[in-house]
Structures are given as structure tokens and as C-alpha cells.
DNA sequence: CCTAAACTACCCATTACGTCA
DNA sequence: CGTGACGTAATGGGTAGTTTA
């Protein structure tokens, strides 16, 4: 005897129990290259992080990525393009950067970007930053720093070519401030891409790499997640088939064991067409016209062909092939369970 | 209008470096 | 001090969308 629940129906019907745990199984599991088109990926890959789940209908488990700086997510509408600016001046070239811009790699980087970003109006959405910079002075300063540390791996990267590649690490004010850009847009159009590189003091090529290896962890932790959620679908169902196996033996014991069960009235049987477990109610089939086909009271309809019934029902071991054949339709809500 | 090449942005797997126990 | 584990910056290959000749 087998059990033919499948997981999605098991994630279905365990909403109503634990809501809390229902997962929008399809997304970021399983999405192979190819299998969807670039640009449903770029919209697909968001929805592990935190401001498309809202936009989703579909309910999921959304990881916790609260930063551990203590910074708050964003509301909503500061999620939005068009918000307004807060004290980030893109057009500010940073202090250091005059500088420190100066490898021909970066000037090659922000040939474009950067001039559309110089020239674009202040109030131009596409390059703005509904982020509070108080800490802009604390990041030059840490961006001095990093660039003092690091100006020979900065000029060492590309220009130089076959040089072994010199990894920097970015400061925490750096990070901090790209976890903040991240919570804004996951990812970045150009001038965004060269307005954090000003302001970081790094080539915007590290920006989008960034950016990249941040969206790869999100969607690393929510894999995670969604591999823990099928773990304790699983276990639910495993238990599930447990308790389904005993009461079948239960079931199969009190037939065989009290024939006066046989005699019992028509009605006083029924098996529940939504959770499926039998029950008694002697109204429940008293009108009934057309049971559903899986109910007890179908073989007992019938009092004088009673017995040839159940001893067709338990003559040989049924399984339940639910699997293998299409399901019916939900049943209606029940009335006759608690 | 159609098409192929070039360009661009992204994802993904992997490598390599820095840090820490 | 050496070493392995771990986190993550960086690289290279591949794909798909867009632009351009």
C-alpha cells in the first residue's frame, strides 16, 4: 500500500495549518539555464530578497537578511526609482577620488557612465540614492584609507595584466554602504553602478562585481531555506503516512474483529471527504444522492447488499493509487468533521 | 523589414586571497 | 609559526537581450 500524496499537494494542504510555512516552491529551485528567459530570471532572482516577495502574490518563506548592522529595511516606498533624493549629491565628485581615480582601467570603466552621470540633471532618478549619507565622511575617510592601503592592487588589476590578481577587502563602511544600495535595487543600472563607485572610491567594475557575489548569497541563503522547508514537508508527510497505515490497520482490525459493524445503520458511517478519515453522522448521508466514490457509505448505501460490499471493499488490499490516477476536485468544505 | 555581428548585462562555477581559530 | 576552514573578491565562460550596420 502506498500513499499518493505528492509534495505539492502537501504544501497546498498544509497551508491551512502552518501558513506561516507556505513556500513559493517554483521560485529559485530549479531554475536551469535556459529553461526561462533571461529577463524572467532577472525578475525571478529578486523575489529570493525582499522587495519583490511583497509584490509577489504567491506566499513564501522570505529569509532574513536584516543586516547586522542593525539597519532597518527600506519601506516600501523607498524601494521606488522615483524616490526622492536624501542628502546624496551624485554629482559630488568624492574628495579622495579626484585623487585616486586615475588608474586608465577606471577612466575606461567611466567613460560613459560617468559622464552621463556628471551631466545628468540633479534630479535625475536613474543615478539617485534615497540613502542617508551621515556617515559620507566617515566612508571618504574609510575609502582613504582602503585606497591608501590597496592603490597598488587597484593599479595592479587589469592594467598590468598577467600581475597575480591582489584581492582587496572592502572596509565596513564600504560594505555597509553597499548592503544599503542592495536593499535598495538588487541590481544596478550604469549610472547607479558608477555614482556608488564615486562614492566608495572603487572602480565600478568592483561595484558590479559586488553585486553579483551579494545577489549569488541571497539566492545561496534562499536555497537554504527552501531546502529546509521540503525537509519538513517531507517529515510531515512521512508522519502524515504513518498515521494513515495505523488507522488503516485500526480500520481493518474492527472489521474483522466486530461483525456487528455489519449492522450498523447506513448512515452511521461515513468517511469525511475532505480529510478523509470516518466518522459518524447520521445526517451527514441521509439525502444523499451520489456519494463521493471514496466514501465508506457508498459500499453500505445499500443495506441488504451490505456485506458483498465490504467484502468487496476489504476482500483484497487496496491501496490508495492516488498518485496514479487523476485526483477529483476538492471535496466541499466538511460539515460532518470537527 | 530581416539578419548577423557586436555589445552589454547577467548568472554561474571556480579560483584565489585574507582572516581567524 | 604553520595550517585548514571559511568568507568573499575576482575571473572566465556561457546565455540572452539590445543595438547597429
Not at 85 to 106: I, K, L, Y
Not at 192 to 210: F, G, I, S, T, Y
Request: net charge neutral; with cysteine.
Amino acid at each position: 500500500m502506498e500513499l499518493g500524496l505528492s509534495l505539492g499537494e502537501a504544501a497546498v494542504a498544509d497551508a491551512g495549518r502552518a501558513p506561516e510555512l507556505v513556500l513559493g516552491l517554483g521560485v529559485g529551485v530549479g531554475a536551469g539555464r535556459g529553461e526561462e528567459s533571461e529577463k524572467r530570471r532577472r525578475e525571478v532572482a529578486p523575489a529570493a530578497g525582499w522587495w519583490a516577495a511583497a509584490a509577489s502574490p504567491e506566499p513564501s518563506v522570505r529569509l532574513s537578511l536584516v543586516s547586522s548592522l542593525g539597519l532597518r529595511w527600506p519601506s516600501e516606498s523607498g524601494r521606488s526609482e522615483a524616490s526622492p533624493r536624501a542628502g546624496f549629491d551624485v554629482n559630488r565628485m568624492p574628495s579622495v577620488a579626484a585623487g585616486a581615480a586615475g588608474t586608465a582601467e577606471e577612466e575606461e570603466d567611466e567613460e560613459d557612465g560617468a559622464a552621463a552621470a556628471l551631466s545628468s540633471s540633479p534630479n535625475d532618478s536613474g543615478a539617485s540614492f534615497p540613502l542617508d549619507l551621515s556617515a559620507h565622511g566617515r566612508l571618504e575617510a574609510a575609502a582613504a584609507q582602503a585606497g591608501g592601503d590597496r592603490s597598488s592592487s587597484r593599479a595592479s588589476d587589469d592594467d598590468e595584466g598577467a600581475s597575480a590578481r591582489k584581492k582587496l577587502r572592502l572596509s565596513k563602511d564600504q560594505s555597509a554602504f553597499l548592503e544599503e544600495s542592495f536593499k535598495e535595487h538588487s541590481t544596478l543600472n550604469p549610472k547607479q553602478k558608477v555614482a556608488l563607485a564615486k562614492q566608495l572610491n572603487l572602480r565600478p567594475r568592483q561595484v558590479e562585481v559586488w553585486f553579483q557575489n551579494r545577489r549569488a548569497r541571497t539566492k545561496l541563503k534562499q536555497t537554504e531555506v527552501d531546502c529546509e522547508y521540503l525537509k519538513r514537508c517531507c517529515e510531515t508527510l512521512t508522519e502524515e503516512n504513518r498515521r494513515l497505515h495505523k488507522e488503516l490497520s485500526e480500520l481493518r482490525a474492527l472489521k474483522t474483529a466486530q461483525p456487528f459493524y455489519m449492522h450498523l445503520p447506513a448512515t452511521t458511517l461515513s468517511m469525511c471527504p475532505s480529510c478523509e478519515r470516518v466518522a459518524s453522522n447520521p445526517a451527514a448521508n441521509a439525502s444523499t444522492s451520489a456519494p463521493p466514490a471514496n466514501t465508506i457509505n457508498a459500499a453500505v448505501a445499500a443495506p441488504e447488499q451490505r456485506p458483498s460490499s465490504f467484502a468487496a471493499l476489504f476482500s483484497s488490499p487496496r491501496g490508495f493509487p492516488l498518485a496514479a490516477q487523476p485526483r477529483p476536485p476538492p471535496p466541499p468544505p466538511a460539515s460532518n468533521c470537527l
